[in-house]
């Protein structure tokens, strides 16, 4: 069952909160403020409207006040929060698009794409909307059209399962990578934007400290995604999704689930080639980062790209680019194997494995991908359905 909650944290927005407040509650939508420690006078102008208020003690930062109204909506049955800005960037009416949306897209978190198509908006904003949806792309390989707007619906379930630590304004970007990674989606919702000095009086965001503290995030989520092991996927739609499995022992199976998964054949091709490509080239000690970086821009699937590189390590993949690098430079092959070829030319043994790794990476690739491509084939065209039911389970 859908049941949205409207949640706008405040901090000393004593000129914007009363009439967003009044504007929040027009919609027809229960409405929750969290006071984040508030020291002036604002959140005594609501407290005779029908709004729900949690009060801090002290600031505790715009994150923390987004998971203690998802706690509480949790204690009080609602399905999700729609977060609006206190500082009268947002117009609250808009809140009905958003609850439109949740019924098409229960579990999903959907973000306001703020219209920037307007002379008001400050040059400072465009650019850091662009840096951020950037690096949500990096690291989690979807296109975000504005990982910066506050304006969102979130699902109750996934704000107190996905584990954040940044409790400020930092939150709001940690919260879309980590929600990608745990399965959900992220959609844009497009919504207009009011640009004032009363807007930007009543904000509080620090230039500095939160530019910082999103940087620090940014990175920590960075470095977590060079990791090869895969994220805990929360939240699936189905069984098969939680026994994804992959082994190239068992190539048959592994094709199964992945078509299963509605993985289809070209990105199965695709990630393949990219794995025995960066595999294969001679970028030495940096191979997984390399793949897991690439697939990641490229939209495609680490796993698979991480498994099949595998197939590179050696010593069979670099002995051949050794041989192919050595037969380049000398017209014949490499056949002595000891100290003196081994170990003192050790250095020209690396240089031959350089030029031979550049040159056999791209027909190791195309070979790669014509093989996973007829596996693909075989698998659709002689494995009986039953079997094929099995290989899923």
């Known amino acids: 069952m859908i049941k949205p909650l409207v949640t706008i944290p ?25 006071n984040d420690g508030s020291t002036d006078k604002g959140i005594e102008t609501i407290r005779s409207t029908s709004a729900e208020i949690i009060d801090f ?6 994150g923390a006040a987004i998971l203690a109204a998802a706690r509480w909506a949790g204690d009080n049955n609602y399905s999700h929060i729609i ?3 206190a500082d009268g960037q947002h117009n609250p009416m808009e809140v009905n698009g958003f609850v439109e949306l949740i019924k098409s897209n229960p579990m999903a978190i959907i973000v306001g794409k703020r219209d920037f198509d ?25 296109t975000i059209g504005d990982s910066q707007s506050g304006f969102r619906a979130y699902p109750v379930e996934a704000l107190n399962k996905v584990r954040c630590y940044g409790k400020r ?10 929600s990608a990674w745990a399965g959900l989606d992220i959609i844009d919702a497009h919504i207009s934007v009011n640009y004032s000095a009363d807007t930007k009086e009543a904000s509080h965001f620090d230039p500095f400290w939160d530019n910082y503290r999103i940087s620090m995030t940014y990175t920590r989520l960075v470095i977590r995604n060079f990791f090869p092991w895969p994220h805990n996927v929360i939240f699936k739609t189905s069984e098969e999704k939680k026994k994804l499995s992959l082994s190239l022992r068992h190539p048959v199976k592994s094709l199964g689930i992945l078509l299963k998964e509605n993985t289809t054949p070209k990105e199965i091709v695709s990630a393949s080639m990219l794995g025995i490509l960066l595999g294969t080239l001679p970028l030495i000690a940096m191979h997984s980062v390399s793949i897991i970086f690439v697939a990641t821009r490229l939209r495609l699937n680490r796993l698979i790209a991480l498994n099949i590189s595998h197939l590179c390590a050696p010593p069979l993949v670099p002995a051949i680019a050794i041989e192919t690098g050595y037969f380049i430079r000398h017209g ?6 000891n100290y003196q070829t081994l170990g003192h ?26 093989v996973v491509y007829l596996l693909i084939l ?8 039953k079997e094929k039911e099995k290989s899923i389970g």
């Open 118 to 142: 307007n002379e008001n908006v400050p040059g400072s904003s465009r650019f850091g909307r662009w840096w951020s949806n950037l690096w949500c792309r990096i690291t989690t390989g979807l």
């Open 10 to 34: 405040t901090y000393n927005n004593e000129k914007t909160v009363p009439a967003i407040v009044e504007k929040a509650l027009s919609t027809g939508l229960p409405v929750l403020v969290v």
């Open 378 to 385: 075989l698998y659709k065209n002689l494995v009986p359905e």
């Open 83 to 85: 977060t609006v800005d």
């Open 332 to 337: 014949k092959f490499l056949t002595e194997f």
């Open 345 to 370: 030319e050790v250095h020209q043994r690396l240089y031959e494995y350089v030029i031979g790794a550049t040159v056999i990476a791209p027909f190791l690739t195309l070979f790669a991908g014509l």
């Open 169 to 178: 304004y930092n939150f709001e970007v940690e919260i879309l990578v980590r």
């Open 57 to 62: 003690p002290h600031n505790r930062g715009k």
